[in-house]
Nanobody
Framework: QVQLVESGGGSVQAGGSLRLSCAASTNRFSIYTLAWYRQAPGKQRELVQS???????TSADSVKGRFTISRDNARNTVYLQMNSLKPEDTAVYYC?????????WGQGTQVTVSS
């Protein structure tokens, strides 16, 4: 079992920035594909960005050029740098770690962007 603990959420005005962090309790962190998902009220959970063990990344079109996912395998941590935030980015953001049939989720952190 891998525990994922997110931090860094909060309230910010449109155009502002936040950096989310997700620390994992595993000594095999480097093998996992890591991702950030988000879920807004009344909407389905959606993939924001992911980063594979080899560093390859994927991104939702809605955040390209504004968000950046990165990982620090020495610190067992994945980050999401969010710039130029918009009100439509308001959601609970979840960290995810996946490898083969293993799939783990964090508890989520709220991000609220006001106009």
């Amino acid at each position: 079992q891998v525990q994922l603990v997110e931090s860094g959420g909060g309230s910010v005005q449109a155009g502002g920035s936040l950096r989310l962090s997700c620390a994992a309790s595993t000594n095999r962190f480097s093998i996992y594909t890591l991702a950030w998902y988000r879920q807004a009220p009344g909407k389905q959970r959606e993939l924001v960005q992911s980063i594979a063990s080899n560093g390859d990344t994927t991104s939702a079109d809605s955040v390209k050029g504004r968000f950046t996912i990165s990982r620090d395998n020495a610190r067992n941590t994945v980050y999401l740098q969010m710039n130029s935030l918009k009100p439509e980015d308001t959601a609970v953001y979840y960290c995810n770690a996946k490898y083969a049939y293993a799939n783990f989720w964090g508890q989520g952190t709220q991000v609220t962007v006001s106009s």
